[in-house]
C-alpha cells in the first residue's frame, strides 16, 4: 500500500503541473480577443463566447481530475 500511494502522490504532482498548463492553454487567445476590439461583430461575439465557455469546461474538467487523483491518493492508509 505505502508503495501505491507513493505512486499515485508522484502522478498527483505531474497531473498537477500538466493542468496548470491546461487551464491556462487558452488564455493567451482570450485575453487577445477581449483585451481589445481586434475583432467585433456578431461572429466576433459569437467566437469569443464559444471560446471563454471552453476555456471554462477545460478548467473544470482538469480541476476535476486534479480531485479524483487526490481523493484516490487520501482514500489509502
Not at 13 to 21: G, L, N
Request: proline share 4%; aromatic share 2%.
Amino acid at each position: 500500500m505505502a508503495h501505491r500511494k507513493a505512486e499515485l502522490l508522484q502522478a498527483l504532482t505531474k497531473v498537477r503541473a500538466h493542468a496548470a498548463r491546461l487551464e491556462a492553454a487558452l488564455d493567451p487567445a482570450h485575453a487577445a480577443v477581449t483585451g481589445k476590439a481586434v475583432w467585433v461583430g456578431p461572429a466576433a461575439r459569437e467566437f469569443v463566447g464559444e471560446l471563454t465557455g471552453r476555456r471554462s469546461r477545460l478548467r473544470t474538467l482538469t480541476q476535476r481530475i486534479v480531485e479524483e487523483l487526490e481523493a484516490q491518493v487520501q482514500a489509502i492508509p
